[in-house]
């Protein structure tokens, strides 16, 4: 039979025009008559046509949404091995928490009085946060991972300014594994970067730290675990360290995950972190809802923390909003108002129903899944660096020398198994890199499923099968798209054809 | 007129006084298809060592170091408008820049062509 379509639909894979394409400009959602009786107060000055935006019947809008939304790939739909993104199950629970109309329903700006459990909820939220990991202080109020770095580093800098270093301490130390964020937020706070290399075995080489510390060092920015999905041993020394040296130590806290109940990065010696609770706390993200990235801070940075922030006094729940009493020397205000509260919500549902033992278990699965999934796949693929990993595997491309095949075509043919790919060529420090992280969620039927069909696809690049990789993926939606010519010449805004052009089809 | 190679994958060839510098052949077929350069502006000093252009590939964005220190005099505007012609010429019509040297011995501790290619068989 043919492969080809009348409609261009295949089966229950229903093809979506672009809204300009499909939409009309005299359709509507709810038709209501030309008001009568009714002058324009702009004279001959008002619009000279309505603007061509394409207008839709409701069932029309509704399909074209949920046909899109059929081509997703989600964690409710498969596993989702994105290295350093820690994609979990977000528990329903947590979504029908954020969903009780005294949370999702209440203004930000309802007076306090009025809005007592909300900001009890924050605090003890704010309590959780500093418990599991061993800080004095969190800020609520940043938005994201990379919002709490830049809190972080902005505390940092603050610290330093009251100190009358600003001038001197400039230079900030960040391994050349780090996630790029980290260099961009020292630079916008007004530090230069220094690279830091790394060991033989993945992780920050302890005397070239030592070697580049001076009293022009600001701090150091060290994500632990790093992103090689490996455990900085040396994490108390470098602390001690650019402690000594006078510097703040700044840990990026997206791989949390692994540690959460097991170690507490207050005991390690930090002094600010930022935890993504839409990471180790289950909220959606990527694209499924917006981040959430609460930074703890340390005895010497708490004074310097943002504004709002919530505080109990007696039996009553307050939101700082002003540089006061104990804020006086607030950094200041990053955001209008508190923070992701819907996120908050779900966040300690989950820490609730897990409880101090069930996040310890959270830890410890995540790390045992990872394992298993790099001894599996050891059998074919070259590891990153050698040994045991915490909550992520990293593999190199050198497996796939002379193979003809890349990591590029590797992850598309994945695609093709229905997995999502794993994170792609990074971290930069290894070649072709491809980094794995299954998170607890997943069961060992759903690991063994994911391996057998790496490992069958690894054996089939290794055995010539070029073609079953070049043009991956080909069950796809979509094939392999030219990212090339979509980055050197991107089309950003849609053109409308010419009507000739149209007739003549 | 020799060429020497750094450890992060630059080229500096000297004529005269003026050095252009590039990417290597390993270095572009690493990279892939390169989508976007950014150069320095002329007359700027750089330290060897220092981030000197940006070259961005669709799996990465990368820094080049200046391999040795000097003065931009001339700079490579046909890869910012076609950033394929790193892909094409790397040690050739792909040049970055062209820079004035402030210290000629630097070159000596770059590797020549037979070390380079040792270094990036390891890489």
Known sequence: MTNETFTGHKGLQLEVPLLFEEGSYEKAGVDLPQPSGTKSRLGDQGAEHAPHLPAFTEPQAMRHFV?????????????????????????????????????????????????????????????????????????????????GELCGMMAIRAAIVAKGEEKTRTRVLVPESAHGTNPATAVQCGFTVDKLPGTEDGRVDLEAMKAKLGDDVAAIMVTNPNTCGLFERDIRAMADAVHEAGGYF?????????????????????????????????????????????????????????????????????????EEGDFADSFGRMVAFHGQMGMFVRALSYMLSHGADGLRKVGEDSVLNANYVRVRLAEEMTQGYPGPCMHEALFSDK?????????????????????????????????????????????????????????????????????????APYFAPRSRLDETKAARQPKLRWVEPEEGAMAAE | MTTKFTK???????????????????????????????????????????????VESVKAASDVYAPVAGEIVETNGAIVDAPEGVNDGPEGDGWFVKMKLSDASQLDELMDEAAYKEHAADA
């Open chain 1, 67 to 147: 046909r899109l939304s059929q081509k997703n790939y989600a964690i409710d739909m498969g596993i989702f091995p994105l290295g350093s993104c820690t994609m979990k199950h977000n528990p329903r629970l947590n979504e029908k928490m954020a969903r009780l109309p005294g949370f999702a329903d209440l203004h930000p700006l309802a007076p306090e009085k009025t809005a007592q459990g909300a900001l009890a909820l924050i605090h003890e939220l704010q309590d959780w946060l500093c418990e599991l990991t061993g800080m004095p202080a969190v800020a609520m109020s940043p938005k994201a991972g990379a919002h």
């Open chain 1, 250 to 322: 700044y840990c990026d806290g997206a791989n949390f995950n692994a540690i959460v109940g097991k170690a507490r990065p207050g005991d390690l010696g930090v002094d600010a972190m930022h935890i993504n609770l839409h990471k180790t706390f289950s909220t959606p993200h990527g694209g499924g809802g917006p981040g959430s990235g609460p930074t703890v801070l340390s005895d010497a940075l708490a004074p310097f923390a943002p504004i709002p922030a919530v505080v109990k006094e007696g039996e009553t729940f307050r939101l700082i909003e002003q």
């Open chain 1, 399 to 471: 497996w796939l020398k002379d193979t003809g095949v890349g990591t590029l075509d590797f992850a598309k043919a994945m695609i093709d198994e229905g997995f999502h790919p794993m994170t792609m060529y990074f971290p930069l420090v290894v070649s072709g890199a491809m980094l794995i992280e299954p998170t607890e969620t997943e069961s060992k039927a759903s690991l063994d499923e994911f391996c057998d069909s790496l490992l069958g696809l690894a054996k089939a690049a290794k055995a010539g099968e070029t073609e079953r990789f070049k043009n």
């Open chain 2, 8 to 54: 992060d994958h630059e080229w500096v060839r000297l004529d005269g006084d003026i050095a252009t510098v590039g990417i290597t052949k390993h270095a572009a077929e690493q990279l892939g298809d390169v989508v976007f350069v950014e150069l320095p502006d002329v007359g700027k000093s750089f330290g060897q060592g220092d981030d000197m252009a940006v």
